[in-house]
């Protein structure tokens, strides 16, 4: 005997699995902040971003061609923040998130800045912003 399962009416929750990239403890230099000194003075952030796949096609084929290459990824985030300034940790979590949702096709990513040694006593402070969908 077959037994269908429908999962609205059974109550089910179903679980969407996706693939995710990640860049860990991604240092970089860049004007940050809402002083006159540190619109003057790079500041070094760190970066944590997870990138949602659109589909996990590369773990079959082996192709970076079925994926998002990474190494891209980093480049246009190192090349965006040396060009551009923010006041806000959160304006620049967001300008990151865009990018890679934009430029690579990513359906959801977790982007958190952090500065570093900025407040006596305080290794990080920064922001995480999630945009995008799981589902
Ligand atoms: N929510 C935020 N608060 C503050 C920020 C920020 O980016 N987001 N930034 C500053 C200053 O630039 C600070 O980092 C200097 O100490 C203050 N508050």
Not at 24 to 46: A, N, S
Not at 109 to 117: C, E, F, M, Y
Request: aromatic share 6%; net charge negative.
């Amino acid at each position: 005997m077959i037994l269908r399962l429908n999962a609205t009416t059974a109550g089910l929750q179903l679980t969407t699995l996706m693939d995710i990239l990640f860049l860990r403890e991604f240092k970089l230099d860049t004007i940050i902040g809402i002083y006159d000194w540190e619109r003057k003075i790079p500041q070094t952030i760190q970066l944590d971003v997870e990138i949602g796949l659109p589909n996990s096609r590369a773990c079959e084929t082996d192709n970076v061609e079925d994926t998002i290459d990474y190494a891209k990824i980093v480049a246009r985030i190192q090349e965006t923040l040396a060009a551009k300034p923010f006041s806000l940790v959160e304006a620049l979590a967001e300008h990151v998130a865009q990018l890679i949702i934009n430029e690579f096709g990513s359906p959801w990513v977790k982007v958190s800045v952090a500065k570093l040694g900025l407040i006596r006593g305080i290794k990080q402070l920064g922001v995480v912003v999630e945009r995008g969908s799981k589902g």
